[in-house]
């Protein structure tokens, strides 16, 4: 399984992106989708995910500010990011879980920058 993650940028304060993740390869029913990020010297955390009933889970930093939604007919996750902070500036990791296989991967991240 490939996953080709794409949206990311520079962008101002108070700006706005959509992250994409598009799943390619040998895919059975994707069963949770999700974006994780991660900024050097700390550890990845996770920032939104989405299970294939789209029960959606949000980091507490990001609520209300980020959206995530998945296209199951195009086996794409995206991540809406509203409001951007300084803060959020990270590389941000696609992910998914195939719980048929039992087994998980990762993108190779797309880098967000937010000036302030």
């Known amino acids: 399984v490939q996953l080709q993650a794409s949206g990311g940028g520079l962008v101002q304060a108070g700006g706005s992106l959509r992250l994409s993740c598009a799943a390619s390869?040998?895919?059975?029913?994707?069963?949770?989708m999700a974006w994780y990020r991660q900024t050097p010297g700390k550890q990845r955390e996770l920032v939104a995910s989405?299970?294939?009933?789209?029960?959606?889970n949000y980091a507490d930093s990001v609520k209300g500010r980020f959206t995530i939604s998945r296209d199951n007919a195009k086996n794409t996750v995206y991540l809406q990011i509203n409001n951007l902070k300084p803060e959020d500036t990270a590389v941000y990791y696609c992910?998914?879980?195939?719980?048929?296989?039992?087994?998980?991967?990762w993108g190779k991240g797309t880098l967000v920058t937010v000036s302030s």
């Open positions: 992910f998914v879980y195939i719980h048929a296989v039992l087994m998980s991967h």
């Open positions: 390869g040998n895919i059975y029913s994707i069963t949770t």
């Open positions: 989405i299970t294939s009933g789209d029960s959606t």
